[in-house]
């Protein structure tokens, strides 16, 4: 079975700074993976996605992470933040032998400070 | 399009009454999900449905919990009898057919049991 570790369960940061959260996962098979966003009180939004191709995958609001398959790591990131950034954010995994269902990591909470 | 849509967005009970929580997916989309969020144990997949029929539900706590999707537009989460443990934000998610791997969430619904 798959799993995903987010290292860092709060992760604060002054605005305009670069931030990297972190996302680690398990699986003996091929993988897809995912970054989502939880604004307060909001529903989950994707913000990116590696299926498969280039491991350098840019997303909405200036996100970015890169997949790295020997070290097993999704790390998102974002070479400067907005206050408007702060919120929850999910790293997911799918593999193919698991159906249809995404497992999810525990969360990060990006907090921008002014 | 709407997005998914979810009611009741807040429902406060108490212990011991049946509570159901209402989805309704994203037209054309295939597969139905219901994930609960809480701050001890994140993000947790109750149970999918693909094309109307009960995939997984080996997410699903207990007997009290029941969830049923009587046609492709719309799906429903039961509890039945309620406990405080049970305080948490459902949130029920859709995605396409097979070859999409995205699921567009609900924006939830937050669950108190007094």
């Known amino acids: 079975a798959q799993s995903v570790t987010q290292l860092d369960s709060q992760v604060p940061v002054f605005e305009e700074a670069p931030v990297e959260l972190r996302c680690n996962y398990s699986?003996?098979?091929?993988?897809?993976l995912f970054w989502y966003v939880q604004y307060p009180n909001q529903g989950l939004q994707l913000l990116l996605k590696?299926?498969?191709?280039?491991?350098l995958v840019k997303g909405i609001n200036g996100f970015e992470a890169e997949f790295n398959k020997s070290q097993t790591s999704f790390h998102l990131r974002k070479p400067s933040v907005h206050i408007s950034d702060t919120a929850e954010y999910f790293c997911?995994?799918?593999?193919?032998?698991?159906?249809?269902?995404?497992?999810f990591g525990g969360g990060t909470r990006l907090m921008v400070k002014p | 399009d709407a997005g998914v849509i979810q009611s009741p967005r807040h429902e406060v009970t108490e212990m011991g009454q049946e509570v159901t929580l209402r989805c309704k997916p994203i037209?054309?989309?295939?597969?139905l999900f219901w994930y609960r969020q809480t701050m001890m144990r994140g993000l947790e997949l109750l149970i999918y449905?693909?094309?109307?029929?009960?995939?997984?539900d080996s997410g699903m706590p207990e007997d009290r919990f029941s969830a049923k999707m009587p046609n492709a537009s719309f799906s429903t989460l039961k509890i039945q009898p309620s406990e405080p443990r049970d305080s948490a934000v459902y949130f029920c998610?859709?995605?396409?057919?097979?070859?999409?791997?995205?699921?567009?969430f609900g924006p939830g619904t937050r669950l108190t049991v007094l």
């Open positions: 037209s054309g989309h295939d597969y």
């Open positions: 449905f693909n094309n109307n029929v009960p995939i997984d």
């Open positions: 997911a995994v799918r593999t193919n032998n698991a159906g249809n269902m995404l497992t």
């Open positions: 699986s003996s098979v091929s993988v897809y």
């Open positions: 998610a859709s995605r396409p057919g097979t070859g999409y791997n995205e699921q567009f």
């Open positions: 590696y299926l498969s191709g280039s491991t």
